[in-house]
């Protein structure tokens, strides 16, 4: 099973900081996901990377796909405490078992 | 709204009874992911259903079974529970043209007592 490993695991930073967070794996991914989970809530897709270098940008939050498209980042421009919740990156497994996978997931709590 | 419907949201139960978790995907959407999310826990890949065929299986127990059905809705049933299978469970959709993004449901959250 392909992995994909994220870091930090938690990240306590005050409004109008910047941060990033990455996703990591030694096998390559046809595309990633990264989504937001807010508590008891399922889940939400933020944005999908394709290409190898990308780069999408939505808002104050910035998306990265490595080159060689095994991992990502996702940086925060002056994180706000909406901003505050679970980050998670997701991608679909290309070794032929059609396991949709997540990241371990980087828990983000903004401070006002 | 993602679309994708979860029923019931709440259940709770005792230790030894069987449990049935419903989801209905967004309207056109062929696949069906099932995923446990516990407590501070990252989500786990269990099963996945794509037009009523399964295509894919995670480290699903051989106590919880699902399956799809003709008009696409799906039902993940849990039985023999254990106190460990208190968790959140979540449905998820995708369709045809972008089969890499799923549409969460907003869960089941499953406690044993």
């Known amino acids: 099973t392909q992995l994909l490993e994220q870091s930090p695991q938690f990240l306590s930073i005050q409004e109008g900081e910047n941060l990033t967070v990455y996703c990591n794996s030694s096998?390559?991914?046809?595309?990633l996901q990264w989504y937001r989970q807010e508590p008891g809530e399922g889940p939400v897709l933020l944005v999908t990377v394709v290409t190898g270098g990308e780069v999408k940008k939505l808002k104050r939050l910035t998306f990265q796909f490595g080159d060689a498209r095994k991992d990502s980042s996702l940086h925060i421009t002056a994180a706000q405490p909406g901003d505050t919740g679970l980050y998670l990156c997701?991608?679909?497994?290309?070794?032929?078992?059609?396991?949709?996978?997540f990241g371990t997931g980087t828990r983000l709590k903004v401070l006002a | 709204d993602s679309g994708v419907t979860q029923t019931p949201k709440h259940l709770i139960t005792a230790t030894g009874q069987r449990v049935t978790l419903r989801c209905s995907p967004r309207s056109g959407d062929l696949s069906v992911y099932w995923y446990q999310q516990s407590l501070d826990q990252g989500l786990q890949f269990l099963i996945q259903y794509y037009n009523g065929e399964e295509r894919a299986k995670g480290n699903i127990l051989e106590r919880f079974s699902a399956q799809q059905f003709p008009d696409l809705h799906s039902e993940l049933n849990l039985s023999s529970l254990e106190l460990g299978d208190s968790a959140l469970y979540f449905c998820?959709?995708?369709?045809?043209?972008?089969?890499?993004?799923?549409?969460f449901g907003q869960g089941t959250r499953l406690t044993v007592v």
């Open positions: 096998s390559v991914f046809s595309s």
């Open positions: 997701a991608g679909a497994e290309t070794s032929g078992t059609y396991k949709y996978i």
């Open positions: 998820a959709s995708s369709g045809p043209h972008r089969a890499d993004e799923a549409f």
